[in-house]
């Protein structure tokens, strides 16, 4: 089968790779229908991280070819969506809703979903099958569901988004879109969008943003407590994962108020004396997403929101190295590739 392998930074190449196999009797076997770039990818891509010769891509929809003997709640010809971690949705964690933090998770991007096919381990705890067979112009929104989406909710579960709360969201990539989509759901009476690229901030209002700040930094937060009355949003959403981002974002919550991080952290130190004096929750990091798939799932299947609408990019898997490079010029927010 073909798929996407990252030599070293800047190095991604579609090649020949060994079609995945039943390992083990918990496993499936799915034909991707589609599958795409993450901006967690471009992080490797950039030489932020350590990348050699590495397959990659977590993101995945598809439909259910093979499954091992021990798996009973997806069959081949099932539509099914899962999440960047694989997760058995039994255990202790699992059962209180952390699925990412499974005692038996394996990290999707570790094999690789930006290919043809993939193996998917703990197939009765990760993966989730559609209603039916979904029209195509509903796999989009489906495939945003399998980490963007789902990441973007958690964010603003996180976070407490609600009604009547101001919610300040840092980060105007898919994630922090999305969470702005999510707090909407939720009920957020203000939805405070922190993006100074025009195409963003229109999606951003799509979505249900209802104020848009284009500073950053130290100006973003001084205009967040200009909008908040002089206290700070109720809830803040981190979708970036710098060390700015995080202060921008807690700097921007109220005493009492919530930030949910979502951003792969990179070099982001919080010191204790910061936290002593802010007195806000902090919750975070990789999202439950599997917690949220039935939910969202049904959202998407009942046309009720369009998350897919984050792609502005959709490309054939073979030219992922142009998705790669225009995600990393900033000309597309997220790229699709096509299988
Ligand atoms: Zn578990």
Not at 257 to 276: K, Q, T, W, Y
Not at 282 to 310: E, N, S, T
Request: charged share 25%.
């Amino acid at each position: 089968m073909r798929g996407v392998i990252m030599h070293a930074p800047g190095d991604v190449r579609v090649e020949e790779r060994d079609d995945p196999k039943i390992i083990e009797p918990t496993d499936a076997i799915i034909r991707l229908s589609a599958t795409c770039i993450c901006g967690s990818d471009l992080w490797p891509y950039r030489g932020a991280d350590d990348v050699h010769d590495a397959p990659m891509g977590h993101e995945y929809v598809g439909v259910v070819e093979e499954v091992g003997a021990e798996v009973k709640t997806v069959r081949p010809g099932d539509f099914v969506i899962g999440s960047f971690w694989a997760s058995d949705n039994t255990c202790e964690i699992c059962r209180a809703g952390y699925q990412s933090h499974c005692v038996h998770r394996v990290l999707m991007g570790t094999i690789g979903t930006q290919a043809e096919r993939a193996r998917i381990p703990l197939a009765d705890g990760t993966l989730v099958a559609t209603p039916g067979m979904p029209d195509d112009e509903l796999i989009p929104s489906f495939l945003a569901l399998s980490d963007v989406l789902g990441t973007g909710w958690f964010a603003a579960v996180a976070a407490e988004a609600g009604p009547g709360k101001t919610v300040a969201v840092v980060g105007d990539g898919a994630v922090g879109l999305l969470g702005v989509l999510a707090a909407k759901q939720l009920g957020a009476e203000r939805i405070i969008a922190m993006s100074r690229h025009a195409g963003r901030q229109a999606l951003a209002r799509e979505f249900g943003a209802t104020d848009i700040v284009a500073e950053r930094g130290d100006d973003g937060v001084a205009k967040i407590k200009e909008l908040t009355d002089g206290l700070g949003a109720h809830s803040v959403i981190e979708a970036v994962g710098t060390q700015e981002a995080m202060m921008q974002a807690i700097n921007s919550a109220r005493p009492g108020g919530h930030v949910g991080f979502v951003g792969v952290s990179h070099d982001v130190e919080i010191s204790g004396e910061l936290m002593f004096g802010t007195g806000i929750h902090l919750h975070g990091g990789p999202a439950p997403v599997r917690r949220f798939l039935p939910d969202l799932i049904q959202l998407i299947w009942d046309r009720k929101i369009d998350p897919g609408k984050v792609f502005d990019l959709t490309l054939p898997l073979d030219q992922a190295a142009d998705g790669y490079k225009a995600m990393d010029e900033r000309r597309a927010t997220k790229v699709m590739l096509t299988v």
